[in-house]
T-cell receptor, first 114, second 115 residues
Framework: AQSVTQPDIHITVSEGASLELRCNYSYGATPYLFWYVQSPGQGLQLLLKYFSGDTLVQGIKGFEAEFKRSQSSFNLRKPSVHWSDAAEYFC????????????FGTGTRLKVLA | KAGVTQTPRYLIKTRGQQVTLSCSPISGHRSVSWYQQTPGQGLQFLFE???????NKGNFPGRFSGRQFSNSRSEMNVSTLELGDSALYLC??????????????FGPGTRLTVT
């Protein structure tokens, strides 16, 4: 069965520092992968997606993610974090052919120190 | 283009009551999915609707139901509310047809509190 693991529940970084949020997935074929961000009391905003092709994908707000099939990973990165990036980040995988259901990870809460 | 809208944004109900939540997808999006978000269980898929038909259903009891109208707007209903139904209910829409895609766009959610 498909699954997504986000090993880090909380991450704290200083403003201006680089960021990497980890995501590992379990899926039998080439997955559809997503990163979403959720600010307190808000819905989910799509940061970026991977369907196929170039394994390094660019998203909004300066985020990027790299798909590594050999490691079953899709880590999210940002070279310089801004205070406004403080939020919860969710990695998701499409559940497979015939469905548009997503399987979500448990989320990583990012805190940014001024 | 307006995003996904959900009404109401906040709701307080009593155990045993029923509730109906509404979702209007992005214009042109004909697929609507619903998710439940709780601190304990995280984000869980409830169901997906396309062309007024339920295409997929998550592992939730029959108290959870939904429907979709011809204008793609969707409602979900929870009957005989339990305390554990307190959650943020998120609706997501997806573009379908020619040029359709797999990614979903989420609304702000409806925060349901059951007392």
């Amino acid at each position: 069965a498909q699954s997504v693991t986000q090993p880090d529940i909380h991450i704290t970084v200083s403003e201006g520092a680089s960021l990497e949020l980890r995501c590992n997935y379990s899926y039998g074929a080439t997955p559809y992968l997503f990163w979403y961000v959720q600010s307190p009391g808000q819905g989910l905003q799509l940061l970026l997606k991977y369907f196929s092709g170039d394994t390094l994908v660019q998203g909004i707000k300066g985020f990027e993610a790299e798909f590594k099939r050999s490691q079953s990973s899709f880590n999210l990165r940002k070279p310089s974090v801004h205070w406004s990036d403080a939020a919860e980040y969710f990695c998701a995988v499409g559940a497979g052919p015939g469905t548009y259901k997503y399987i979500f990870g448990t989320g990583t809460r990012l805190k940014v120190l001024a | 283009k307006a995003g996904v809208t959900q009404t109401p944004r906040y709701l307080i109900k009593t155990r045993g009551q029923q509730v109906t939540l509404s979702c209007s997808p992005i214009s042109g999006h004909r697929s609507v999915s619903w998710y439940q978000q709780t601190p304990g269980q995280g984000l869980q898929f409830l169901f997906e609707y396309f062309s007024e038909t339920q295409r997929n259903k998550g592992n939730f009891p029959g108290r959870f139901s939904g429907r979709q109208f011809s204008n793609s707007r969707s409602e979900m209903n929870v009957s005989t509310l339990e305390l554990g139904d307190s959650a943020l209910y998120l609706c997501a829409s997806r573009r379908t047809g020619t040029g359709g895609s797999y990614e979903q766009y989420f609304g702000p959610g409806t925060r349901l509190t059951v007392t």
